[in-house]
């Protein structure tokens, strides 16, 4: 581990489905955990664990040498950053301030600006792997930022991820995001749209699963998303209502780029469906409602 940062407090923001996780991999290393969520009881056990409750990020920056946010659209970065009482108002001088929320890759560069101007130094990293890769500290990391800056908070990266990649300069982390959630928004069509035909066909989806997930067609949701389908289980890993966000930070960003996805759009105006159904709460593989509800006329 970097010297600098071997016996580092820690902050994390946003101890949610994956958040909590996150932090926790982060404590059982070693380090002092601060932690801060809008909603105190998430932390309940964090804190019963030996994690420090902050009541505000402003508190909890002053406290910390490395700051982790992981919290649920790109407003809530803002504020968390920018505002008034935030992180870049209130960080000590030289932190580490690191966005693994999936955001917008503007306001990304927005704060890296904003940091360096105080004397800290701000990476975006979000991450791809779900509940699971945060429970197994098997994420995917992307990471916008300095060289230099991404080797001083490698080590504690580590300790949430596996794949770690720095891809550009600020924003970049963000903008690879947005690749992998296009590249999952129509592989999700397809996962969903393959396991309903199977069912309607009369076949047994469990063997069908046997059978593509090994081939040509597999892939991460095929092989983790499609038993929970299956199985009628559509908790949680990853909200649709944070999906349909960040596919909306997608679709805007390739607009400002000039460029047309029309997977993309399908794969939202699907998903837009769901949330007015009602499933905003439910996990992503939910879609697959969209189409064995059509088929069997509910």
């Not at 932690?35 to 909890?60: H, I, N």
């Amino acid at each position: 581990m970097s010297s600098k940062l071997e016996q580092a407090t820690v902050g994390f923001i946003g101890t949610g489905v994956m958040g909590k996780s996150m932090a926790r991999h982060i404590m059982k290393a070693g380090h002092k955990v601060h932690v801060y969520t809008r909603t105190a009881a998430k932390a309940d056990d964090l804190v019963q664990e030996g994690a420090v409750w902050q009541d505000t990020p402003a508190k909890l920056a002053a406290a910390c040498d490395v700051v982790i946010t992981m919290v649920g659209y790109p407003q809530d970065v803002e504020q968390i950053y920018l505002g008034e009482d935030g992180l870049i108002a209130h960080a000590r001088s030289g932190a580490y301030l690191i966005d693994m929320t999936t955001s917008s890759p503007l306001l990304a560069q927005r704060i890296h600006e904003a940091a360096a101007a105080k004397g800290l130094y701000a990476l975006d990293a979000p991450v791809s792997g779900g509940d699971i890769g945060a429970r197994e500290a098997r994420l995917s990391i992307m990471v916008g930022g300095k060289q230099e800056d991404y080797e001083a908070v490698l080590s504690i990266l580590k300790l949430m991820g596996t794949n770690i990649v720095l891809q550009g300069t600020a924003g970049a982390g963000q903008h690879t995001k947005m690749c992998n959630q296009i590249a999952i928004a129509s592989n999700m069509l397809g996962v969903c749209e393959a396991l309903a035909y199977a069912k309607q066909a009369g076949l047994n989806p469990e063997q069908v699963l046997k059978s593509i997930e090994s081939g040509a067609a597999g892939s991460w949701s095929l092989s983790n998303l499609g038993p929970r389908m299956i199985a009628g289980n559509f908790e949680p890993g990853f909200y649709v209502k944070h999906f349909i966000k960040d596919m909306g930070i997608a679709l805007e960003s390739a607009k400002e780029m000039g460029m047309d996805t029309p997977g993309l759009a399908l794969a939202v105006s699907l998903y837009q469906q769901m949330s007015e159904l009602g499933y905003d709460e439910k996990g992503t593989q939910v879609l697959y409602k969209h189409w064995v509800q059509e088929a069997s006329g509910k």
